[in-house]
């Protein structure tokens, strides 16, 4: 079995806390390879001041260099906007491979407005690594009311493919204050910039292999 962790988001744009939340999800969970899920639009976040795919997927791509990270927009190809829809394809599709899902605390505290936020606990484990300012937020978070009886130790983490989802494990990460939308304040036309650098053929897909 591939050991595969898999971060979704945005990446408006990719920048160093991603890339420490991998780095760190890899050592602790004893990953093969990350997938960074470029998502093509995340129901949750409003698509003003969303950068086009193609630039948010390239900021990851110079985000994720030298790690064991495929950077991928799987879920255009899938044509899924959710993630427990992308996850059942996901495991249909490769089942060499032992899935779980990485996610900021940030995103803990508004797991239970996910659609089916219960089914993805059940599909997979879920390793939530800590964020400043976040961690009070994610403990309290609605989610956690059922979740918490789930929760394994993280002394145990690098076990998690033996364990039955739901499981969750909470993992401690030194602080790592940047932020995509302090990114986005300080230099709103990245994305401009990006896309006039692109060379739309060198854009090809992490996990498939096909062109963006």
């Known amino acids: 079995m591939i050991r595969t962790g898999l971060l979704g988001g945005s990446f408006n744009p990719a920048h160093s806390g991603h890339r420490a939340i991998s780095i760190h999800a890899a050592a602790s969970l004893g990953l093969d390879e990350i997938w960074w899920l470029v998502s093509p639009g995340n129901p949750l976040k409003p698509q003003a001041g969303m950068a086009p795919l193609e630039a948010r997927f390239q900021s990851a791509r110079r985000a994720a260099r030298g790690l064991r990270i495929r950077v991928t927009a799987i879920e255009r190809q899938l044509g899924t906007r959710y993630t427990a829809d992308t996850l059942r394809l996901l495991r249909r599709r490769f089942p060499d491979r032992g899935f779980v899902w990485l996610m900021g605390a940030d995103n803990l505290s508004q797991f239970h407005l996910w659609r089916e936020w219960r089914a993805i606990a059940s599909m997979v484990p879920i390793a939530v690594i800590g964020r400043p300012g976040y961690?009070?937020?994610?403990?309290?978070?609605?989610?956690?009311?059922?979740?918490?009886?789930?929760?394994?130790?993280?002394?145990?983490?690098?076990?998690?493919?033996?364990?039955?989802?739901?499981?969750?494990?909470?993992?401690?990460?030194?602080?790592?204050?940047?932020?995509?939308?302090?990114?986005?304040?300080?230099?709103?036309?990245?994305?401009?910039?990006?896309?006039?650098?692109?060379?739309?053929?060198?854009?090809?897909?992490g996990v498939t292999r096909r062109p963006l």
Request: proline share 11%; with cysteine.
């Open 135 to 205: 961690d009070a937020d994610a403990h309290s978070a609605r989610a956690m009311g059922w979740l918490r009886r789930f929760v394994r130790p993280a002394c145990q983490a690098r076990q998690w493919t033996t364990w039955r989802p739901p499981a969750l494990v909470l993992l401690k990460l030194p602080p790592d204050p940047t932020s995509a939308t302090a990114l986005r304040a300080a230099d709103p036309d990245w994305h401009q910039r990006t896309i006039k650098s692109l060379n739309p053929q060198a854009l090809r897909d």
